[in-house]
């Protein structure tokens, strides 16, 4: 695996990160090192309790590392911030604030003193991103499982950070409307040009999001395994992916990888 | 959601009962002398040590039926705010006076509670600390308060605030503390990503999440303090409806005793209905 700190292009630098819950005993992961560059979207993939969710969330700044650090811009960070945005998996809008509200909450924080007329417009873009201009003054209560993530990622997006990170964003919701929002997203993605991190545990998203992928080795003391490039064109869509070259070869080499892992895992009979 | 007509047969039902009410009051009220008749000897006898003889009965002390009550309430309240002197002011007076030790007592419990329960809430060591305390603080009966309060705070009005603030700051207390103890992990992660101050994060995330929870430790705090001041003026007061509900009990004016009693329980509903609203106008759905 390449790891050069000092090329400008890598906005992260994530460096020998380590985590154990118990002194002296196994860490949850190890050596886990990789970077990421500007504009690029890259995937994390493993198997649950791996420990994918503390990796991002030592990146959000939200947990600390037991060794190792992540830098950003070249600033080692020290907790958490605006320079990054955080889609979380349970959505964590807050129920008392409507869509609009929860939104420019956001927006005002990223830019105190703004004037109410320009957070209103700024909230109407982005909830507009996410095509939920409509659901403006609802609740979050009253909103289905899908529109909540866009909520999120609107929100994510309004503070423009330098790195996006979203743990398995999707996950709870049906494969339908996974399939509107992921395009959606990439669509966001490719006209701000935004980096992103992010956990699946879905090897399609995965393909079609990711420009670059990380396999984890199963815990304890997981590892990353593997780095695969994403073989496919820059402009994917969700439409034709599965009929283009490398597709298949790229989804059966994952879907190997993830099964062989798990058989390791299981205890072998006599 | 009930529906409609099931709560217009619940008011029919209520007007219902009211009228059983008033019909079991006035027979119960009804002349001794018609009771007499079915009665035994012995019973007689016993009323007769008991001074409860047919010309006794005539007397104004007798318990006052539902037309007598009402003549006399309307009495009371055509001035209820009359100050003549002190042991002759209106009832509107008396509950003003109660009222007013509720709105001091109560007012310092919230403005010490809700913010000390913050503070525990986000603190588990002290909220562990303090624990004890509030445990053992919180079951003392308000009047078991009232000796030490008048050896220590002498004034009797002070007293009656003091009753009020002890008695209904731990519920406020417990329920802040319980309210924003229990706030979502991920909100708490949102304000930090957000970078949000503390101040900020109080108002836009702490206290909107807790508050529900809050307004409920207040409105049980306000129904006890609202039990306690009667039962603290009776006791010591010179003015407030406790005291009003003891003078006349010593007037032998039934009908005053029983419209204040009516009266205190008024009002205790009109609070609780306020803050109901209050309650709903904070609550969300998850
Ligand atoms: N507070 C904790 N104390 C001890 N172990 C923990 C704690 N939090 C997480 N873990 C362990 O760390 C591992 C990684 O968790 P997580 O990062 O959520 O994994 P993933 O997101 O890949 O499913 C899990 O095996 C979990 O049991
Ligand atoms: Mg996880």
């Given at each position: 695996?390449?790891?050069?700190?000092?090329?400008?292009?890598?906005?992260?630098?994530?460096?020998?990160?380590?985590?154990?819950?118990?002194?002296?005993?196994?860490?949850?992961?190890?050596?886990?090192?990789?970077?990421?560059?500007?504009?690029?979207?890259?995937?994390?993939?493993?198997?649950?309790?791996?420990?994918?969710?503390?990796?991002?969330?030592?990146?959000?700044?939200l947990?600390?590392?037991?060794?190792?650090?992540?830098?950003?811009?070249?600033?080692?960070?020290?907790g958490p911030g605006l320079?990054?945005?955080?889609?979380?998996?349970?959505?964590a809008?807050m129920?008392w604030l409507?869509?609009?509200?929860n939104?420019?909450m956001a927006?005002r924080s990223?830019?105190p003193?703004?004037?109410?007329?320009?957070?209103?417009?700024?909230?109407?873009?982005?909830?507009?991103?996410?095509?939920?201009?409509?659901?403006?003054?609802?609740?979050?209560?009253?909103?289905?499982?899908?529109?909540?993530?866009?909520?999120?990622?609107?929100?994510?997006?309004?503070?423009?950070?330098?790195?996006?990170?979203?743990?398995?964003?999707?996950?709870?919701?049906?494969?339908?409307?996974?399939?509107?929002?992921?395009?959606?997203?990439?669509?966001?993605?490719?006209?701000?040009?935004?980096?992103?991190?992010?956990?699946?545990?879905?090897?399609?998203?995965?393909?079609?999001?990711?420009?670059?992928?990380?396999?984890?080795?199963?815990?304890?003391?997981?590892?990353?395994?593997?780095?695969?490039?994403?073989?496919?064109?820059?402009?994917?869509?969700?439409?034709?992916?599965?009929?283009?070259?490398?597709?298949?070869?790229?989804?059966?080499?994952?879907?190997?990888?993830?099964?062989?892992?798990?058989?390791?895992?299981?205890?072998?009979?006599? | 959601?009930?529906?409609?007509?099931?709560?217009?047969?619940?008011?029919?039902?209520?007007?219902?009962?009211?009228?059983?009410?008033?019909?079991?009051?006035?027979?119960?009220?009804?002349?001794?002398?018609?009771?007499?008749?079915?009665?035994?000897?012995?019973?007689?006898?016993?009323?007769?040590?008991?001074?409860?003889?047919?010309?006794?009965?005539?007397?104004?002390?007798?318990?006052?039926?539902?037309?007598?009550?009402?003549?006399?309430?309307?009495?009371?309240?055509?001035?209820?705010?009359?100050?003549?002197?002190?042991?002759?002011?209106?009832?509107?007076?008396?509950?003003?006076?109660?009222?007013?030790?509720?709105?001091?007592?109560?007012?310092?419990?919230?403005?010490?509670?809700?913010p000390?329960?913050l503070l525990?809430g986000q603190l588990?060591?002290?909220?562990?600390?303090?624990?004890?305390?509030?445990?053992?603080?919180?079951?003392?009966?308000?009047?078991?308060?009232?000796?030490?309060?008048?050896?220590?705070?002498?004034?009797?009005?002070?007293?009656?605030?003091?009753?009020?603030?002890?008695?209904?700051?731990?519920?406020?207390?417990?329920?802040?503390?319980?309210g924003v103890s229990?706030l979502r992990k991920e909100w708490l992660d949102v304000a930090r990503t957000l970078e949000l101050s503390w101040a900020r994060r109080l108002w836009l995330i702490i206290l909107p999440a807790a508050a529900?929870?809050?307004?409920?430790?207040?409105?049980?705090?306000?129904?006890?303090?609202?039990?306690?001041?009667?039962?603290?003026?009776?006791?010591?007061?010179?003015?407030?409806?406790?005291?009003?509900?003891?003078?006349?009990?010593?007037?032998?004016?039934?009908?005053?005793?029983?419209?204040?009693?009516?009266?205190?329980?008024?009002?205790?509903?009109?609070?609780?209905?306020?803050?109901?609203?209050?309650?709903?106008?904070?609550?969300?759905?998850?």
């Amino acid at each position: 695996m390449q790891n050069e700190p000092n090329k400008p292009d890598h906005l992260v630098v994530v460096d020998t990160l380590e985590k154990r819950y118990t002194k002296g005993g196994v860490p949850v992961f190890s050596d886990i090192s990789f970077s990421i560059d500007r504009g690029e979207i890259v995937c994390m993939i493993g198997h649950s309790g791996c420990g994918k969710s503390t990796i991002l969330n030592i990146l959000a700044g939200l947990e600390s590392a037991s060794s190792g650090q992540v830098s950003i811009n070249g600033h080692t960070i020290r907790g958490p911030g605006l320079d990054r945005g955080v889609v979380f998996q349970g959505h964590a809008l807050m129920p008392w604030l409507t869509v609009e509200q929860n939104v420019a909450m956001a927006i005002r924080s990223r830019h105190p003193g703004m004037q109410r007329g320009d957070v209103k417009n700024m909230t109407e873009h982005y909830l507009g991103l996410v095509s939920l201009k409509e659901a403006m003054h609802k609740r979050p209560s009253e909103l289905s499982g899908g529109m909540r993530q866009r909520v999120g990622i609107a929100r994510a997006f309004s503070t423009t950070p330098e790195l996006l990170l979203m743990d398995e964003p999707f996950g709870a919701l049906d494969a339908l409307t996974r399939g509107v929002i992921q395009d959606e997203l990439l669509n966001i993605c490719a006209q701000t040009h935004q980096t992103v991190f992010m956990i699946t545990h879905d090897i399609d998203e995965a393909i079609l999001l990711a420009d670059r992928l990380l396999l984890m080795s199963s815990g304890p003391n997981a590892h990353i395994a593997e780095v695969v490039q994403n073989p496919l064109p820059k402009e994917r869509s969700r439409a034709e992916i599965h009929h283009q070259k490398g597709y298949s070869d790229l989804r059966n080499h994952i879907m190997d990888f993830l099964v062989q892992k798990l058989n390791l895992k299981e205890p072998k009979n006599n | 959601m009930m529906r409609r007509t099931d709560k217009l047969k619940g008011f029919a039902l209520s007007v219902l009962l009211t009228l059983a009410l008033l019909l079991t009051w006035q027979y119960l009220t009804l002349p001794f002398e018609t009771h007499v008749g079915s009665s035994s000897a012995q019973n007689a006898e016993y009323e007769m040590l008991m001074g409860h003889t047919p010309a006794t009965q005539q007397a104004s002390h007798n318990f006052p039926s539902p037309r007598q009550f009402a003549v006399d309430a309307w009495q009371e309240l055509k001035s209820p705010f009359h100050n003549t002197n002190a042991n002759n002011r209106g009832i509107g007076w008396q509950l003003g006076a109660s009222l007013y030790r509720v709105l001091i007592g109560y007012g310092l419990a919230v403005i010490v509670a809700v913010p000390l329960g913050l503070l525990l809430g986000q603190l588990p060591i002290l909220r562990a600390g303090l624990n004890p305390f509030i445990q053992i603080l919180r079951p003392i009966s308000p009047l078991a308060w009232m000796p030490i309060a008048l050896y220590t705070i002498k004034d009797a009005e002070e007293c009656g605030i003091f009753v009020i603030f002890i008695c209904s700051i731990w519920p406020i207390l417990l329920n802040t503390s319980f309210g924003v103890s229990r706030l979502r992990k991920e909100w708490l992660d949102v304000a930090r990503t957000l970078e949000l101050s503390w101040a900020r994060r109080l108002w836009l995330i702490i206290l909107p999440a807790a508050a529900p929870t809050i307004v409920t430790g207040m409105r049980v705090g306000l129904g006890i303090a609202w039990l306690a001041i009667v039962a603290a003026e009776m006791l010591v007061g010179s003015s407030g409806i406790g005291y009003f509900v003891w003078n006349q009990w010593n007037n032998l004016s039934l009908s005053n005793v029983i419209l204040a009693v009516l009266l205190i329980g008024v009002t205790g509903m009109i609070l609780d209905t306020a803050f109901a609203a209050l309650q709903r106008s904070v609550s969300y759905a998850e």
